[in-house]
T-cell receptor, first 111, second 118 residues
Framework: SQQGEEDPQALSIQEGENATMNCSYKTSINNLQWYRQNSGRGLVHLILIRSNEREKHSGRLRVTLDTSKKSSSLLITASRAADTASYFC???????????FGKGTLLTVNP | KAGVTQTPRYLIKTRGQQVTLSCSPI?????VSWYQQTPGQGLQFLFE???????NKGNFPGRFSGRQFSNSRSEMNVSTLELGDSALYLCASSLAGVLGNGNTGELFFGEGSRLTVL
């Protein structure tokens, strides 16, 4: 299965702090993607990191990828209350056309 | 460019009934995937269609079916509804074409259809 497993399941921090979420997967990948879901809404694509990249930045987001350990991390710096959401990682193997998701990390940013 | 549109957004059905959900992908996207999200099971993959053909299927009973039309719009149907079918059903579209042809697998999601089965 290409499903990613996010850790921790829940994370609660104060506004202004950094939030780090981790993802582990089991198969070889073409890329790994992170998505955000606000409560009861659709997922939104945040960032994609290819298998030959080790780190990628986008605004306040920093993603790392370690293919030898089959793991990735998402760092959100200077968190805001609006960052409160569930975050999902999705490893993409390229061998088929589906993305599967784990249970996600529920991030709560307290004002 | 309009996003992925799902209709209806909310619906209530009773056990034994059937339901049809609709999804209009982003213009130019030929792949449509469907997911079921429940508090207990999380996000589960239902199926994926490309050019009117089902390319991938998740582990759901035959009561769950789908189809895709020539304009890439997709519908999914659930027959003989059960209480456990209450969920948020999400549709996602992508540019996905031939593997290796710039296919990153990135998905664009609609806002979902919230189904409640009584």
């Amino acid at each position: 299965s290409q499903q990613g497993e996010e850790d921790p399941q829940a994370l609660s921090i104060q506004e202004g702090e950094n939030a780090t979420m981790n993802c582990s997967y089991k198969t070889s990948i073409n890329n790994l993607q992170w998505y955000r879901q606000n409560s009861g809404r659709g997922l939104v694509h945040l960032i994609l990191i290819r298998s030959n990249e080790r780190e990628k930045h986008s605004g306040r987001l920093r993603v790392t990828l370690d293919t030898s350990k089959k793991s990735s991390s998402l760092l959100i710096t200077a968190s805001r209350a609006a960052d409160t959401a569930s975050y999902f990682c999705a490893p993409f193997g390229g061998s088929n056309y589906k993305l599967t998701f784990g249970k996600g990390t529920l991030l709560t940013v307290n004002p | 460019k309009a996003g992925v549109t799902q209709t209806p957004r909310y619906l209530i059905k009773t056990r034994g009934q059937q339901v049809t959900l609709s999804c209009s992908p982003i213009s130019g996207h030929r792949s449509v995937s469907w997911y079921q999200q429940t508090p207990g099971q999380g996000l589960q993959f239902l199926f994926e269609y490309f050019s009117e053909t089902q390319r991938n299927k998740g582990n759901f009973p035959g009561r769950f079916s789908g189809r895709q039309f020539s304009n890439s719009r997709s519908e999914m149907n659930v027959s003989t509804l059960e209480l456990g079918d209450s969920a948020l059903y999400l549709c996602a579209s992508s540019l996905a074409g031939v593997l290796g042809n710039g296919n990153t697998g990135e998905l664009f999601f609609g806002e979902g259809s919230r189904l409640t089965v009584l």
